[in-house]
Nanobody
Framework: QLPLVESGGGLVQPGESLRLSCAAS????????IGWFRQAPGQRREPLAC????????YYVPSVKGRFFVSGNNAENTVYLLMNSLRPEDTGVYYC???????????????????????WGQGTQVTVSS
């Protein structure tokens, strides 16, 4: 069983919303920070949002702040990424990742994230197109 599994991707039109899920198994979820990342075609993977499951604090890169919202449900071992007002440039494969020690989330405010995360999901495709 994979430690992280993303779901909820699909094809949407510009302006629509989509909610992605990141389901965890096999580790103590509430002790980890969960980050969301996107890899657009031909681009490097970039950080988007991060939540600390211990206190619920969430951080966002400037380009998605106010449009994307991350939330966690420790009872369900799941983190969600709600994406509103989607744009064609939001197209890409979306990944979630888990980080145990340290504080990786505040750096997301500046577009920064640690290069090494403990677990990665396999990604879910989001396509925004009319």
């Amino acid at each position: 069983q994979l430690p992280l599994v993303e779901s909820g991707g699909g094809l949407v039109q510009p302006g629509e919303s989509l909610r992605l899920s990141c389901a965890a198994s096999g580790f103590t979820f509430r002790e980890y920070h969960i980050g969301w990342f996107r890899q657009a075609p031909g681009q490097r993977r970039e950080p988007l949002a991060c939540i600390s499951n211990s206190d619920g604090d969430a951080y966002y890169v400037p380009s998605v702040k106010g449009r994307f919202f991350v939330s966690g449900n420790n009872a369900e071992n799941t983190v969600y990424l709600l994406m509103n007002s989607l744009r064609p440039e939001d197209t890409g494969v979306y990944y979630c990742a888990a980080f145990e020690f340290g504080r990786p989330c505040p750096g997301f405010k500046h577009g920064l994230s640690p290069p090494e995360w403990d677990y990665w999901g396999q990604g879910t495709q989001v396509t925004v197109s009319s």
